[in-house]
């Protein structure tokens, strides 16, 4: 049984940081992200790393956000930095399984940026 535990998030004031992080169990690492949706908006992919060790993010986080992985374990972390008022949303871990390529999401966390 695949499980995603997410943690982290929470209130921060603008400039601030924020880290997130995500464990998945019970599947063979293919890929793994986090997506955020805002009130309103689409759910848009934040950040990702592949299994080739290939990280990509969205425009509006690059040389912000840093995502990395903990080696031989299936753990992410986003290290979310000057946090603006847009980046409130529900951020949402996903996980790709390498062999059955099934797709995996956490509940989500919220993380609020005040102004």
């Known amino acids: 049984q695949v499980q995603l535990a997410e943690s982290g998030g929470g209130l921060v004031q603008a400039g601030g940081s924020l880290k997130l992080s995500c464990e998945a169990s019970?599947?063979?690492?293919?890929?793994m992200g986090w997506w955020r949706q805002a009130p309103g908006k689409q759910r848009e992919l934040v950040a990702g790393?592949?299994?080739?060790?290939?990280?990509n993010y969205a425009d509006s986080v690059k040389g912000r956000f840093t995502i990395s992985k903990d080696n031989d374990k299936n753990v992410v972390h986003l290290q979310m930095k000057s946090l603006k008022p847009e980046d409130t949303a529900v951020y949402h871990c996903?996980?790709?399984?390498?062999?059955?390529?099934?797709?995996?999401w956490g509940q989500g966390t919220q993380v609020t940026v005040s102004s």
């Open positions: 019970g599947l063979i690492f293919g890929f």
């Open positions: 996903n996980a790709i399984d390498k062999i059955t390529m099934r797709s995996f």
């Open positions: 790393f592949a299994s080739g060790g290939n990280t």
